[in-house]
C-alpha cells in the first residue's frame, strides 16, 4: 500500500512539472541588451564621438552588471524549500503509533523527529517573491553610470568629453512564484529521505531611462554627446530605450536530504540533516545558481506540553565564487492553539562568511581629473550600495490548519528585519501537507 502511495506521489510530481523550453536569448541576456542599446547607439555630436561609450571601454561597468545578474540568481535559489516532515509525528518501535508530538511542526524550519519507518510525507509550498530591494535600494531605483572612453593622454580627465557621462536607470520590477514539491520518506524509526523539487518562474519588466550629463553642453553650450534627433546646440540627452517584459520557468535546483535523528527523548530531540542541492537551475534564467550547493545542519527540538521550541544550526557551501558560504540559524517555536490549530512563529538567519566577494563591491568609481588638478570628479559606476557582506535576517510568521487527519493547510508571511541582499517586502507562502 505504502509504495502505491509513493508511485502516486511520484507521478503527481512529474505530471504537474511545467516544461522547460529554452527559446532564443535569456533573461540575462536580455537585461545586457538593456545596456546594449545604449552604448551601441551612434551618439550625435562633432568629432564622432559616438563610438566612445562601447561596452569594451567600460570595463567596470560591465563587471559591475554581471555581478548583478549573478546577485539575483542566486538570491532566488536559495531560498528555503519547506519543512521535511509534516503534522504529527509517531513512534512505531511498540509495533503501534505512539504520537511523538502535539503541534503540527513548524514551516521553514525543522524539528529533531523523525516520520518512522514505512510513513510518507507530500508537501507542496506556493510562495510569492517580489523582489522591491537591492541591500535597500528600491529596484526601480538602480542607476548604472557609463564613462567615456581614454581618448587622449593616459587617464581620463584631459580632454571636455571625458567628462561626459551616461546615466542608466532600470525601473526594474523582479517577481520571482516558487512552487516546491516535498517529498519525504521514513526508511526506519531514525532515518528519513527526501527530495524537493522547486519549479520557478521569473518575470523580469524594465522600462530603463537613459540620460547623458553633458559636461560639455553646460561648460560651452555645445553638446559633443547626445542621442539622434537633435543638434548640437539643442541636444537630446535623455532617452528611452526598449522596454523589457518578459519571464521563463522551469525547474530550479533540486535538493536531496537525508535526515538522521540520534536523541528521541520524551522531551528532547537531537537529529541531524544534510542537504545536496543540484545545479538543475537554468543560471541563464535566474532559475537556479549553475553551481552545486552542499548543507549540513544540526537540529534540536523540544517538547514541552503544547510548546515546541527548536533551532537549527547550519553550514552552507556555496561552491559559488558569487556566493558566499553561510552560517544559518533558524531559531524559533510551534504552538498547539487547538487541537486542528498550530502556530509556527521562526527568526531565519543566514550570515555570509570568509572574505569579502569583490566582485559584489558595487561601488566602484572611475576618478576624472584635470592634469592641472583644477578639476577632478569621482564617478560612482552605481548607486547599490557597497556591502562587506549580504547577511539575510527575517521574521516567519504561519498557521498549520488541520481539517482532517494527516492533512494540513498551511499560510505563512517572511518579512525581512534588515536590508542585505535582494529582498522582498514580504514573502507570502501557501501550501499543504499529507502524511500517509
Not at 401 to 422: H, M, S, T
Request: proline share 4%; charged share 20%.
Amino acid at each position: 500500500m505504502h509504495s502505491n502511495r509513493l508511485v502516486v506521489a511520484v507521478w503527481l510530481i512529474v505530471a504537474l512539472a511545467p516544461s522547460q523550453t529554452v527559446v532564443g536569448q535569456s533573461l540575462r541576456d536580455k537585461i545586457g541588451n538593456i545596456f546594449g542599446a545604449v552604448l551601441e547607439i551612434e551618439l550625435a555630436g562633432p568629432g564622432e564621438h559616438g563610438t566612445h561609450f562601447k561596452a569594451d571601454n567600460v570595463a567596470l561597468s560591465e563587471a559591475t552588471i554581471n555581478s548583478f545578474a549573478s546577485f539575483i540568481a542566486a538570491n532566488i535559489a536559495s531560498f528555503p524549500l519547506g519543512s521535511t516532515e509534516a503534522g504529527l509525528t509517531f513512534d512505531f518501535s511498540t509495533g503501534q503509533p505512539v504520537s511523538t508530538t502535539t503541534s503540527m511542526g513548524p514551516i521553514f524550519s525543522e524539528r529533531a523527529q523523525t516520520l518512522g519507518r514505512g510513513r510518507f510525507s507530500l508537501g507542496l509550498n506556493l510562495s510569492f517573491l517580489n523582489f522591491s530591494k537591492l541591500r535597500g535600494l528600491k529596484t526601480e531605483d538602480i542607476r548604472f553610470t557609463f564613462t567615456h572612453q581614454d581618448v587622449g593622454a593616459p587617464g581620463l580627465g584631459d580632454s571636455d568629453n571625458e567628462f561626459d557621462t551616461i546615466d542608466l536607470f532600470m525601473n526594474l520590477d523582479l517577481n520571482a512564484t516558487i512552487v516546491s514539491f516535498n517529498l519525504t520518506a521514513g526508511i526506519t524509526n531514525h532515518f528519513d529521505i527526501s527530495i524537493a523539487v522547486p519549479f520557478v518562474n521569473v518575470s523580469v519588466n524594465a522600462d530603463p531611462i537613459a540620460r547623458i550629463n553633458s559636461f560639455t553642453f553646460v561648460s560651452n553650450d555645445t553638446a559633443n554627446h547626445s542621442f539622434p534627433g537633435g543638434t548640437p546646440s539643442d541636444p537630446i540627452l535623455s532617452l528611452r530605450p526598449t522596454s523589457l517584459n518578459d519571464d521563463d520557468a522551469g525547474i530550479g535546483d533540486i535538493a536531496l536530504r537525508a535526515k538522521y535523528s540520534f536523541l528521541r527523548g520524551k522531551t528532547l530531540g537531537l537529529a541531524g540533516l544534510l542537504e545536496y542541492r543540484a545545479a538543475t537551475g537554468d543560471e541563464e534564467n535566474f532559475l537556479g545558481t549553475g553551481h552545486s550547493s552542499f548543507r549540513a545542519m544540526l537540529i534540536a527540538s523540544a517538547i514541552i506540553g503544547n510548546f515546541g521550541p527548536h533551532l537549527n544550526l547550519t553550514y552552507d557551501r556555496r561552491n559559488n565564487d558569487l556566493d558566499a558560504d553561510e552560517i544559518e540559524l533558524f531559531v524559533g517555536y510551534d504552538q498547539k492553539l487547538a487541537t486542528w490549530l498550530t502556530l509556527s512563529v521562526d527568526f531565519l538567519g543566514e550570515f555570509e562568511i570568509g572574505d569579502e566577494i569583490e566582485a559584489l563591491r558595487f561601488g566602484k568609481s572611475v576618478t576624472l581629473e584635470r592634469p592641472a588638478g583644477n578639476a577632478v570628479r569621482e564617478v560612482i559606476l552605481t548607486n547599490i550600495p557597497s556591502f562587506s557582506h549580504d547577511h539575510n535576517l527575517n521574521a516567519s510568521l504561519g498557521l498549520k490548519f488541520n481539517p482532517k487527519p494527516e492533512f494540513i493547510l498551511i499560510g505563512n508571511i517572511i518579512v525581512p528585519l534588515n536590508a542585505g541582499g535582494l529582498r522582498s517586502d514580504f514573502i507570502a507562502t501557501v501550501g499543504f501537507q499529507l502524511g500517509f
